[in-house]
């Protein structure tokens, strides 16, 4: 499990050095060189990214955009898994605005550095940026009430309890709405291993049927699991929706 962290710690603090250093070139960046168009900012709207900092955009390096599925509303309190360069936070910070607050957390001092520098060029006052992992995240309970995430819970070695984490921290009708890479369910562990790397956002991907009972299993209701794009053979981009029901008195 460890070896696995430090393997994913690297490969996104040398993307967020290339990013601050070198910049970009043709869509790829740093750690994302070996992937294609299905991943990165290519995923999202010009119109969404308009005005961000190039280098948030640019540091993008997930499979989806979130905030196409988390619907978020003006006021609400947003925490997304693994920020990264911060993208999805500052866009996130926008859609809440000034009455709402939008919280990353990152375990890679790089990136952290990255994002804390990105939301100061977008003059953002509505954001934090914390360290910590995603299996034990640095937030009270019921302390948020959306959960996203760009490609990052299938790089975790311990997704029970990430889902887990995720559950606690959400208030009472919370919600997630996060981008992931799933794989279809006949495809074995070893099968999507022959797709791609752990680091790659590939070997490590839940499949269909396993997200639907890993999120069943921490209280999750009304989950679903939607393929949006082919990234590998039987492995996809996909939406993960769920809700942390309400607890009655």
Sequence with gaps: ??????????????????TTNEGCCGGSCGAAAEV??????ALYDATDVA??????????????????VAELAPGERVLDLGSGGGIDVLLSARRVGPTGFAYGVDMTDEML???????????????EFRKGTIEDLPFADGSVDVVISNCVVNLSPDKPAVLAEVFRVLTDGGRV???????????TPEQRAERGSYVGCIAGALSRAEYLTGLADAGFVDADVTFTHQVADGMHGAVVRARKPVTED
Excluded: W
Aim: aromatic share 2%.
């Design 36 to 41: 294609d168009e299905t991943f990165g900012s």
């Design 1 to 18: 499990m460890d070896d696995v962290r430090e393997q994913v710690r690297q490969r996104y603090a040398l993307a967020a050095v290339q």
């Design 177 to 187: 709405g996060i981008s992931d890479v799933v794989a279809e369910d006949h495809l």
């Design 51 to 68: 005005g961000l900092p190039v280098e948030a955009v640019a540091a993008s390096l997930g499979c989806g955009n979130p905030l196409t």
């Design 113 to 127: 550095e990255l994002a804390r520098a990105n939301a100061a060029k977008a003059d953002a006052t509505n954001v």
